[in-house]
C-alpha cells in the first residue's frame, strides 16, 4: 500500500510554455500533498503543500503564481509550472501523507522538466 | 531554523562491510526523522520512519536511532551488498511531519 504516481515522468518544453505535472495516490487518500523540486547533486527542497479543497501554502521564495498547485481531490494534486524558462528545469517530486499516518510521507517517482 | 548535514557526503564499501551512515539535525524539536533510499533519476523509497519518541526502528538489514539530545540519527546497513549502492536521505519532519527539511545525502557504492 501507499503508492504514489506522477505523470508524466519526463517532459520537455519550449520557453513560455506551461506545464502541468499530475501526483495521485493510488491506494489511499491523501489529505495532504506536498511538492519538492530537486536540483542536480542536491537535497530536496519543499516548495509548498496543498490540502484538499483549500489553497497551497508556498514556501519563503517559490513563486505561487509561477507554481499553481491545485488540490482537487483526495487522490490529486497539479503542480503547472507557467510560462516555464530554462531556469526552471529541475526535477519535481510529489509526496503524499495519508490520514493518521504519524507525520509519514509516501513519494512518487519523480517529474523531469527540461524547458528549452 | 533546521538544519540537516549527512556525513559522509560519499562512501565506497566492499561487498559484504557493515558501514554507518550519519544525519544530525540543529534543531531538537523535530516530530520524527525519516531515512530514504533514492536510485538515480528516481524518486524517493522510505526506509525506515522513528518517532521523536522512539530511540530506534529495525527493518531487515537496516537499523536506524535517533537521539534527539545530541541531535543525531545513524542508519546502519549490515552485510551490504552492491544493490544497496544509491543515495541515502535523511530528513527531519517538523511541524508534526508536514515539512521535512532534507539533507544532502550520502552516495553509498558497495563494491562486488
Not at chain 1, 25 to 30: T, V
Not at chain 2, 77 to 98: K, R, V
Request: charged share 20%; aromatic share 8%; hydrophobic share 35%.
Amino acid at each position: 500500500g501507499a503508492v504514489v504516481s506522477q505523470h508524466p515522468s519526463r517532459v520537455i518544453c519550449k520557453s513560455g510554455t506551461s506545464v502541468k505535472i499530475e501526483c495521485r495516490s493510488l491506494d489511499f487518500q491523501a489529505t495532504t500533498m506536498f511538492w519538492y523540486r530537486q536540483f542536480p547533486k542536491k537535497s530536496l527542497m519543499l516548495m509548498a503543500t496543498s490540502n484538499e479543497g483549500s489553497k497551497a501554502t508556498y514556501e519563503q521564495g517559490v513563486e505561487k503564481d509561477k507554481f499553481l498547485i491545485n488540490h482537487a481531490s483526495l487522490t490529486l494534486s497539479t503542480l503547472t509550472v507557467t510560462s516555464a524558462h530554462p531556469e526552471d528545469s529541475s526535477f519535481y517530486i510529489c509526496s503524499a501523507r495519508r490520514l493518521a499516518a504519524w507525520g509519514e510521507q509516501f513519494f512518487g517517482p519523480g517529474t523531469r522538466l527540461t524547458v528549452l | 531554523k533546521q538544519e540537516v548535514t549527512q556525513i559522509p557526503a560519499a562512501l565506497s564499501v566492499p561487498e559484504g562491510e557493515n558501514l554507518v551512515l550519519n544525519c544530525s539535525f540543529t534543531d531538537s524539536a523535530i516530530y520524527n526523522l525519516q531515512w530514504f533510499r533514492q536510485d538515480p533519476g528516481k524518486g524517493l523509497t522510505s526506509l525506515l520512519l522513528i518517532q521523536s519518541s522512539q530511540r530506534e526502528q529495525t527493518s531487515g538489514r537496516l537499523n536506524a536511532s535517533l537521539d534527539k539530545s545530541s541531535g543525531r540519527s545513524t542508519l546502519y546497513i549490515a552485510a551490504s551488498q552492491p544493490g544497496d549502492s544509491a543515495t541515502y536521505l535523511c530528513a527531519g519532519g517538523m511541524e508534526y511531519g508536514n515539512k521535512l527539511v532534507f539533507g544532502a545525502g550520502t552516495i553509498l557504492r558497495v563494491k562486488s
